[in-house]
């Protein structure tokens, strides 16, 4: 197997590289530091047609797949992983559950403006009380038949992209009935921004992913269409499943350009910083540690390449999924905490990119599946489930 990049991509890639370097590096921290939402950036993403990489054309995508997505994100998460992650949820959680589950006129009518950047979807899953254990979502639909509408009431917590001034819809899971056995069914909604009822909290207050949207909503007999309703009702279940072993390849790139990037700026500030009359990257204990980061980053790329080389085959990609988010989110940690003592005190200085990346890099372990819950699926791939 070859996981060289085809011209196309490494076109792609260099693009995106460029852009990272030369319209996100040089602004970033500014945003990050007053947790702000950078619009600009975003509208810039949304004119080169990364929101739409792996949608077709007939729907304002580019004709991509998973590898584009995920070489962008990569790219983007080697500066910045704020940008990085509004990408990688407006697509993966936000377009992605649309364009699988959607009806042909759901499609026509939101793809097309979330291709674009001009809006940004959402996807709204984790609860207060159900983030691993998702099966326990209170978040409830009911059927009113006099209007022919769901009636939803619920919360939802730690929702990405939710509250943004493009913000024009999030997906929300719902239990719409109960299984002879007890268990909920839960199935899928099209919540539109600005829906009566649909409340959005303010930001959060987070240690990273400052520069991103993150926000708590809430719903209070928020009505939408019976035509609303995404995908099969009692199937929400099995299409968040799906949607989340796809978005684990897409954090697994991410958290790939993260560790990719602390070994960049250790690189840069191991040539230029002096100690003891010498540059810090002379020393033989500098270079290993940098060495063994590069390993990791390697490796993780490696991982991510395959389960998304998986998917785009339609070959089974779960269990790599699982191991390819797995071991990137645990290299990124590695490496930022290696990034940050490389840099010694400057590390511990907000103006300083490992700083950011420090703060940034934990979350890869909780986010989309949390580190644990990752093994239970590799554990289960492999027979071992009890």
């Known amino acids: 197997m070859d996981y060289r990049l085809s011209p196309e991509l490494e076109?792609?890639?260099?693009?995106?590289?460029?852009?990272?370097h030369d319209a996100v590096a040089p602004k970033i921290g500014d945003f990050y530091e007053r947790h702000e939402f950078p619009y600009e950036i975003v509208r810039e993403m949304g004119r080169m047609g990364l929101f739409g990489l792996p949608f077709p054309e007939d729907y304002g995508g580019m004709g991509g797949d998973y590898l584009a997505l995920g070489v962008a994100l990569e790219e983007l998460a080697r500066v910045d992983s704020s940008v990085a992650i509004t990408l990688e949820a407006g697509v993966s959680l936000g377009a992605m559950p649309i364009f699988r589950y959607g009806t042909e006129e759901q499609r026509r009518q939101w793809l097309p403006r979330l291709?674009?950047?001009?809006i940004l979807g959402a996807f709204g899953l984790t609860e207060p009380d159900g983030g691993s254990d998702a099966g326990a979502t209170r978040t409830t639909a009911r059927l009113d038949p006099s209007t022919n509408e769901w009636v939803i009431n619920g919360t939802k917590c730690f929702i990405t992209n939710s509250g943004t001034d493009i913000t024009g819809l999030v997906t929300v899971t719902a239990v719409t009935g109960r299984k002879p056995d007890g268990a909920p069914l839960i199935s899928t909604f099209i919540v539109p921004s600005g829906t009566p009822g649909f409340t959005v909290a303010a930001p959060y207050s987070k240690v990273g992913w400052n520069a991103s949207d993150t926000r708590e909503l809430s719903f209070s007999d928020v009505r939408v269409p019976a035509a609303n309703l995404l995908g099969e009702e009692g199937r929400g279940y099995a299409q968040f499943l799906r949607i989340l072993d796809e978005g684990r390849i897409a954090i697994a790139a991410l958290a790939t350009g993260l560790a990719q990037g602390c070994v960049d700026e250790s690189v840069k500030y191991a040539k230029e910083r002096q100690a003891f009359g010498r540059p810090i990257g002379a020393n033989q204990a500098i270079q290993f540690k940098i060495a063994d980061m590069e390993l990791k980053a390697h490796?993780?790329?490696?991982?991510?390449?395959?389960?998304?080389?998986?998917?785009?085959?339609?070959?089974?990609?779960?269990?790599?999924?699982?191991l390819a988010?797995?071991?990137?989110?645990?290299?990124?940690?590695?490496?930022?905490?290696?990034?940050?003592?490389?840099?010694?005190?400057?590390?511990?200085?907000?103006?300083?990119?490992?700083a950011r990346m420090w703060r940034d890099s934990k979350i890869l372990e909780i986010g989309e599946g949390t580190s644990e819950v990752q093994r239970m699926l590799i554990a289960r791939e492999l027979g071992l489930a009890g």
């Open 11 to 20: 076109e792609l890639r260099r693009t995106v590289e460029e852009f990272a």
């Open 115 to 118: 291709c674009t950047g001009e």
């Open 325 to 354: 988010k797995l071991h990137s989110s645990t290299i990124a940690v590695d490496n930022a905490r290696d990034a940050t003592q490389i840099h010694g005190g400057y590390g511990f200085m907000n103006e300083y990119p490992v």
């Open 299 to 322: 490796t993780a790329r490696l991982a991510w390449r395959d389960a998304a080389s998986r998917l785009v085959a339609g070959e089974p990609f779960k269990k790599e999924a699982a």
